[in-house]
C-alpha cells in the first residue's frame, strides 16, 4: 500500500507544479489535445546531463503529436555554468536553471526530472565526472527516475564516448545505458523498493546530431519527421521548440522558430531494435493493460465533444474516471490517467480554485492570513467543497455553478521550519560532486510546493480531491496580475558585506565589515547581542558583542564593525556571525541568510545559507588608486576591487563616451563584456588611445571575438579567442617568463598562489595571437600538452593590454587569495613607481 501510495505521488507531481503558476485556463482546442492523449498509454525518457542539453524539439514532438508521457532528466541542474544575466554562480545559477528548465517544459509539454549530481564545471572525461560525482549515488538516482516513471523508450543525447565534448555529456549517456539493465535488475538498489520496482525499458536508442564540425547523423539511422504543424496547438513543433529552448536566457539561447520538415535521427544502443517506428513492438493504447474497453469510451468522448460546450463532456468523463479507478488494476497509469481526466474536468467546466496569502513571506510561529477563491463558469454543478488544511477541515461552500466567485479567508499558523520552502537539494551539507538528499522519495523532483491545503468536492456522486498549492499574488501596473510563491522564513535574517575581506593589505586600507539583519515578525524584537565564532584551522573562540537590537518590524537595520573588533592578534580564518535574541523564556541565535533571486522571466526565489565572512591573511600589495570597470554579463569584480582599496567608476555605454580614461589607472572589463556590449567596438579607437597613452586595459573572457559578420576589435595585435579551457583546478602552472612584471610587482607570485582555486583555472583561452604579445603562464589538464593562452600581455605605447581567460569571476568572490596577488600585479603593469 505504501509503494502504491508513493507512485501515486510520484505520478501526480507534475499537475501540481504546474498548478503553482497563474490559474490555467484551457481552450476548447487544448482540451481535445488532452482527450486524444488520453488514448495514449506509453512513455519516453529524454536523458542528458546539463539545463539547455535536451532535444526540445524532439521533446514537443512526443508530448504533443504522439501524445506519450515524455520526461528529461538532467543529471544537474547547471551549476557550473557561465550566467549571461547576472552575477549568480554555484548552487544560485542551479536554481534559475532550475526554473528555467520548468518553464521549456511548461511550453513543449514534457516533464522534468534531476539527480543529486552537482555541475561542477566542464569536465574533459567520462571517468573525471563519474569520479566526482560519485558514481554509484548518481546510478541510483537514474535507475530510481526510471523505475518510477516508467518509460517504454529511454533516449539519450549524447554517446558515451569523447565525441559528446563534455565529460558530463558522455557520462551522462554511460550512466543511461547501465540504468537501462540496472533499472531491471531486483539485486540492484533494492532499498527503492519501499515506493517503486523493477522496471525494463524496450529499448535505449541515441538521438544523433550535427553540432558544427560534429555530425553523428547517417542515412541508414533511423529517423523521422518531427517538424510537423499541430492544428489545435496552432503551431508547428519547431515554434514551440524555439520557445521552449529560449527560456533558457541566462545562456543566452534565444533562437529563432523553425517550420517545415524536420527531421531527428536515432542510433540503437540496447534493448530490442527498432525497424518501423520508435515503439515498436510496444503497445501504446489501454489494451496494454487489459482495459480494452477504455479505448472505446474516450473515442466516444472525443466524437462528442463540442467546443462552444465542453461542460457537455463532463458526465462521461466522470464515467471514464470512476472506470479507471474500478477497472484498471495498473496502478501507474491507472493514477496518472486518473489525474489527466480530472484536469480535464476541471478545463472543461471551467473550475479552479486558489489558496492566496496575504504577504510573500511567511514567518515561522506567526500566522498569515489566506484567502481561498473558487469559480466554476459552467452551469454543471460541483458540491460539497470542504477545504482541508493539515489535522482540521471545514466546508467552503455547499455549491459552486453559474459563474459564481467564491472565496473564503483563514487564518493559519506557519510551522516552525524555515526548510518548508527551501530547495529539497539544499537542505543538507552537500558532498564534493552531489547534493545531499535524506527523504528519497525526493529524488528525482524538480522541485516542491507549499501544498498542505486540499479541496474535496463532487461532481455527482464521485469525490475528487485537489491539491492547492499556497501563492502570492498582487498586481504590477504594467505586467498586470502576478503570482509568486509564498516563502517561509526564519523570524530573523542575517546578512554581512563584505563576504571577503583582506586583513593584511598594503598599503593599509580599513577592512569593515557591515552586518545587516531583519526581523519578520509580526510582534517586536527582543534585546539582544551579537556573536561570533572565529574559525582558524580546528580552532573555534567566540566574541560577543552586546547591541540593542531596532525593534521595528520589515526593517532592514545594520552595524558597521571594523574588523580588528573582533580579534587583536592573530585573524581567523573563518568569521560565522550571529545574531542572538532574548525572549522571555528561551534565547535564540539566527546565522542564516536569506538569499532572493529576482528575474522577470521565472518566479522568485529564495533559499537560505549560513552567513559566513571569509578572512585572507595573506600579504596583498596594491598600487593606483581608482579603476574603471565596464560591465559584462555580470560578476563580482567591482566588490573585490573596493576591497583591495580602490575607487571604481562604472564605465557603462553612456559613461565610456564622456569620461576621461585619462583619469583612470586600469580599465577592467567585465566577463562577456564584448559578447553582450556590442558597441564596445565603437569604443576601440578610445580605448587603444588610452592604452598608448600609459593606461592599462584588462579584457576578462569572451566566448568569441566575432560579433556577427564583423570582427570585433578588442586588442591592439590581432588575437583569436579559442574554446581552449583547463578545467582542473588543481592543474600544475609553470612560469615561462617569470621576470615578466606580471609575477613580480608589486607582489611576488609563487606556485602557492594558485593554491586553492575553484572548479577551473581558466576558459576561453587567447589562440593565434600577434608575436608581440607575451605569454606568462604555462597549464595543461591531464594527458593533455602544454598551454600558455591564458594569460597574454602586449606592451602598446607607454600602456599594456591584458586579456585573460583566468577565471577571476569565480576565484575573489570564493577567497583565493592567489587570485588578489596575481589581479593587483595585473592593475600594476603600467605603474612607474616601486612600490
Same mark, same amino acid.
Given at each position: 500500500?505504501i ?8 505520478c ?8 503553482a ?5 484551457l ?5 481535445l489535445?488532452g482527450?486524444q492523449k488520453l488514448?495514449?498509454?506509453g512513455?519516453v ?7 539547455d542539453d535536451?532535444?526540445?524539439?524532439l ?5 504533443n ?7 528529461y532528466l538532467?543529471?544537474t ?7 549571461l ?23 513543449d509539454?514534457?516533464?522534468q526530472?534531476f539527480?543529486r ?6 569536465s ?14 548518481i546510478?541510483a ?5 526510471i ?6 523508450v529511454i533516449i ?15 557520462a551522462?549517456a ?9 533499472a ?5 538498489f ?17 538521438n544523433?546530431y550535427?553540432f558544427?564540425s ?7 539511422q ?5 517538424g ?6 496552432g503551431?508547428g513543433?519547431?515554434?514551440?521548440s ?10 543566452g ?6 517550420r517545415?520538415?524536420q527531421?531527428?535521427y536515432?542510433?540503437?544502443?540496447d534493448?530490442?531494435?527498432?525497424s ?19 479505448n472505446?469510451a474516450i473515442d ?9 460546450e465542453?461542460?457537455?463532456s ?6 471514464l474516471?470512476n472506470?479507471?479507478?474500478q477497472?484498471?488494476?495498473?496502478y501507474?497509469w491507472?493514477?496518472k490517467?486518473?489525474?489527466?481526466v ?6 472543461c &467546466? /471551467?473550475?479552479?480554485?486558489?489558496? +492566496?496569502?496575504?504577504?510573500? %513571506?511567511a514567518?515561522t510561529?506567526d *500566522?498569515i #492570513?489566506?484567502?481561498?477563491?473558487s ?13 482541508e488544511?493539515?489535522d482540521t477541515?471545514f466546508q ?6 453559474n459563474?459564481?466567485y ?21 537542505r543538507?551539507?552537500?558532498d ?7 527523504q528519497p522519495?525526493?529524488?528525482g523532483?524538480a ?5 498542505d ?8 456522486q464521485?469525490?475528487?480531491r485537489?491539491?492547492?498549492?499556497l501563492?502570492y499574488?498582487y498586481?504590477?501596473?504594467v ?14 535574517? &542575517? /546578512?554581512?558585506?563584505p563576504?571577503? +575581506?583582506?586583513?593584511?593589505l %598594503?598599503?593599509?586600507?580599513?577592512? *569593515?565589515? #557591515? ?8 510582534r ?7 556573536v561570533f565564532?572565529?574559525?582558524e584551522g580546528n ?17 532592514l537595520q545594520s552595524v ?5 573588533t ?5 585573524a ?9 535574541v532574548r ?10 541568510g536569506?538569499k ?10 529564495h533559499?537560505?545559507?549560513p552567513t ?7 600579504e596583498?600589495?596594491v598600487?593606483g588608486k ?5 560591465p559584462?554579463?555580470?560578476d563580482?569584480?567591482p566588490e573585490?576591487?573596493?576591497?583591495m ?5 562604472? %564605465?557603462?555605454?553612456a559613461?565610456l563616451?564622456?569620461y ?6 586600469a580599465?577592467i ?11 564596445l567596438s ?14 592599462n586595459?584588462i579584457?576578462q573572457?569572451n566566448?568569441?571575438n566575432?560579433?556577427g ?5 578588442i ?9 581552449t579551457r ?5 592543474s ?26 575553484k ?12 608575436s ?26 607607454k600602456?599594456y593590454?591584458?586579456?585573460?581567460g583566468?577565471v577571476?569571476?569565480r ?7 592567489g ?10 603593469l ?5 612600490f
Open positions: 500500500m509503494k502504491h501510495l508513493l507512485t501515486i505521488l510520484w501526480g507531481f507534475l499537475p501540481l507544479a504546474l498548478a503558476q497563474k490559474p490555467a485556463n481552450s476548447s482546442a487544448e482540451i489535445q482527450l488514448r495514449v498509454v512513455s525518457l529524454y536523458i542528458a546531463a546539463h539545463p535536451e532535444n526540445t524539439r521533446l514537443a514532438y512526443l508530448a503529436e504522439r501524445k506519450y508521457r515524455t520526461g538532467s543529471l541542474r547547471g551549476d557550473g555554468g557561465q550566467n544575466i547576472g552575477d549568480e554562480q554555484g548552487v544560485s545559477l542551479g536554481l534559475i536553471r532550475t526554473q528555467e528548465l520548468l518553464a521549456a517544459r511548461r511550453i509539454g514534457a516533464e526530472f539527480t549530481a552537482f555541475d561542477f564545471g566542464f574533459k572525461s567520462t571517468d573525471e565526472a563519474l569520479r566526482t560525482w560519485n558514481k554509484e549515488k546510478l538516482d537514474v535507475v530510481s527516475v523505475r518510477r516513471f516508467k518509460p517504454d539519450t543525447r549524447f554517446p558515451p564516448d569523447s565525441r559528446a565534448g563534455h565529460g558530463h555529456h558522455s551522462s554511460a550512466l543511461a545505458i547501465e540504468a537501462f539493465k540496472a531491471a535488475d531486483p539485486k540492484q533494492p532499498e527503492q523498493f519501499v515506493f517503486t520496482e523493477p522496471w525494463q525499458a524496450k529499448r535505449i536508442l541515441w544523433t550535427n558544427g560534429v555530425n553523428t547523423q547517417l542515412e541508414d533511423y529517423k523521422i519527421d518531427v510537423l504543424f499541430n492544428p489545435l496547438l503551431k513543433y519547431g515554434e514551440i524555439a520557445e521552449s529552448r529560449s527560456q533558457h536566457k541566462s545562456q539561447f534565444g533562437v529563432p522558430a523553425q517545415g520538415k527531421y531527428e536515432f542510433s540503437h544502443t534493448g530490442v531494435p527498432l518501423n517506428d520508435l515503439f515498436d513492438g510496444i503497445i501504446s493504447d489501454w489494451s496494454r493493460v487489459q482495459a480494452t474497453a477504455v472505446t466516444s468522448i472525443i466524437r462528442a465533444f463540442n467546443p462552444l465542453p461542460a457537455a463532463v458526465p462521461a468523463l466522470v464515467k474516471y472506470r479507471l479507478e477497472n484498471v488494476r495498473d501507474y491507472k493514477n490517467k486518473k489525474a489527466e480530472q484536469l480535464l474536468i476541471n478545463a &467546466l /471551467g473550475f479552479y480554485v486558489e489558496a +492566496v496569502a496575504s504577504q510573500q %513571506l514567518v510561529g *500566522s #492570513q489566506i484567502s481561498f477563491n469559480i466554476n463558469t459552467s452551469n454543471f454543478p460541483v458540491t460539497d467543497l470542504v477545504l488544511l493539515e477541515s467552503f461552500a455547499p455549491l459552486a455553478a459563474n459564481e467564491l472565496s473564503k479567508k483563514i487564518t493559519h499558523r506557519v510551522v516552525e521550519d524555515f526548510n518548508k520552502t527551501q530547495p529539497y537539494w539544499l543538507e551539507q552537500m564534493t560532486g552531489s547534493f545531499t538528499v535524506k522519495e525526493l529524488i523532483s522541485e516542491l510546493k507549499w501544498d491545503f486540499e479541496l474535496r468536492y463532487k461532481i455527482g464521485t469525490e475528487f485537489q491539491r492547492i498549492p501563492q499574488k498586481t504590477d501596473p505586467k498586470g496580475e502576478i503570482y509568486q510563491p509564498v516563502l517561509v522564513v526564519s523570524p530573523l535574517a &542575517l /546578512g554581512v558585506s563576504s571577503v +575581506v583582506l586583513n593584511n %598594503l598599503p593599509k586600507h580599513p577592512q *569593515s565589515l #557591515q552586518l545587516f539583519y531583519k526581523s519578520y515578525r509580526q517586536d524584537t527582543a534585546s539582544g547581542r551579537f565564532d572565529l574559525i580552532r573555534t573562540t567566540q566574541k560577543s558583542l552586546s547591541y540593542r537590537l531596532p525593534q521595528p518590524k520589515n526593517t558597521l564593525l571594523p574588523l580588528d573582533l580579534f587583536k592578534t592573530k581567523p580564518d573563518k568569521i560565522y556571525p550571529w545574531v542572538e525572549e522571555t523564556n528561551r534565547s535564540l541565535r539566527f546565522n542564516n536569506l532572493l533571486i529576482q528575474y522577470d522571466h521565472i518566479p522568485t526565489i533559499f537560505f545559507l559566513s565572512l571569509t578572512v585572507i591573511n595573506e596583498i600589495k598600487v581608482t579603476i574603471g570597470y565596464i559584462g554579463s555580470g563580482a569584480i573585490a576591487l573596493q576591497q582599496g580602490y575607487s571604481v567608476v562604472q %564605465l557603462d555605454e559613461t563616451g564622456a576621461d580614461l585619462g583619469r583612470l589607472d580599465i572589463t567585465g566577463v562577456r563584456a564584448y559578447n553582450i556590449m556590442e558597441s565603437n569604443h576601440y579607437n578610445k580605448l587603444m588611445a588610452y592604452v598608448e597613452r600609459g593606461g586595459l579584457v573572457y566566448t568569441s566575432q560579433l559578420s564583423v570582427k570585433s576589435k586588442g591592439p595585435y590581432n588575437f583569436n579567442i579559442s574554446r583547463i578545467t582542473d583546478e588543481n600544475p602552472v609553470k612560469f615561462v617568463n617569470p621576470t615578466h612584471p606580471a609575477l613580480n610587482f608589486p607582489n611576488k607570485i609563487t606556485l602557492k598562489d594558485f593554491e586553492g582555486w572548479q577551473e583555472r581558466s576558459i576561453y583561452h587567447a589562440a593565434d595571437y600577434d608581440r604579445y607575451e605569454t606568462v603562464l604555462s597549464m595543461n589538464d591531464p594527458g593533455e600538452g602544454p598551454e600558455e593562452g591564458s594569460l597574454i600581455i602586449a606592451k602598446y605605447g600602456g593590454f591584458t586579456y585573460t583566468l577571476f569571476f576565484q575573489l568572490p570564493a577567497g583565493v587569495a587570485s588578489y596577488r596575481l589581479l593587483a600585479n595585473l592593475i600594476g603600467n605603474q612607474k613607481k616601486l
